[in-house]
């Protein structure tokens, strides 16, 4: 597997499981109908952001980070990053591989933490993954998020200092 900078041919690769992602609503806070245009603007960003893909021997995208400042201004100095693997590549440490990429990717810029706003915690895959990379639950706000399944659960913040 390799992780390389996304490009704009690549988004007809990554739209079908974003889109799929999203609309299942158990993991974004995006809007569910999310149109192509807004997710395309919302994950292909610009400088100092960066999306990557995960891709195969074949060049297939199996997965895409997009990393960036968390917050402005005097918080700047933290950073964040949102993940989504395609469900025909899950189970095949895409996911640790994105993450260990884009805690490096922070490490080198000049981060001093990576903060991870809202981690559905039924999303238990992902929750493990964060611990098992070294982030911590901080806070856990009750009934933050309406899952189509479960309703209200709640939403982690997740941190790791660096």
Same mark, same amino acid.
């Given at each position: 597997?390799?992780? &390389?900078?996304a490009t704009a041919a690549d988004w007809?690769?990554?739209?079908?499981? !974003?889109? &799929?992602?999203?609309?299942a609503g158990? $993991?974004? $806070?995006y809007p569910r109908d999310m149109d192509e245009p807004a997710a395309r603007r919302t994950w292909m960003l610009e400088p100092p952001g960066r999306t990557v893909v995960a891709v195969d021997e074949y060049g297939t995208v199996l997965?895409?980070?997009?990393?960036n400042p968390n917050h402005m201004g005097g918080a700047s100095h933290i950073a964040g990053a949102s993940f989504m693997v395609d469900s025909d590549a899950g189970g095949k440490g895409v996911g640790r591989?994105?993450?260990?990429?884009?805690?490096?990717?922070?490490r080198s810029e000049g981060y001093r933490a990576m903060q991870f706003n809202a981690v559905v915690e039924t999303n238990t895959r992902a929750v493990? %993954?964060?611990?098992?990379?070294? !982030?911590?639950?901080?806070? $856990? %706000?009750? =009934?933050?998020? %309406?899952?189509? =399944?479960?309703?209200?659960?709640? %939403?982690?913040?997740?941190?790791?200092r660096f």
């Open positions: 597997m390799q992780i &390389r900078e007809p690769a990554i739209w079908p499981f !974003f889109q &799929r992602i999203v609309a158990e $993991t974004y $806070t997965g895409s980070a997009k990393m591989a994105l993450g260990e990429h884009a805690l490096e990717w922070a493990a %993954l964060w611990k098992s990379l070294g !982030f911590e639950i901080v806070a $856990t %706000l009750e =009934e933050g998020f %309406l899952h189509p =399944e479960h309703g209200y659960v709640g %939403l982690h913040i997740m941190y790791q």
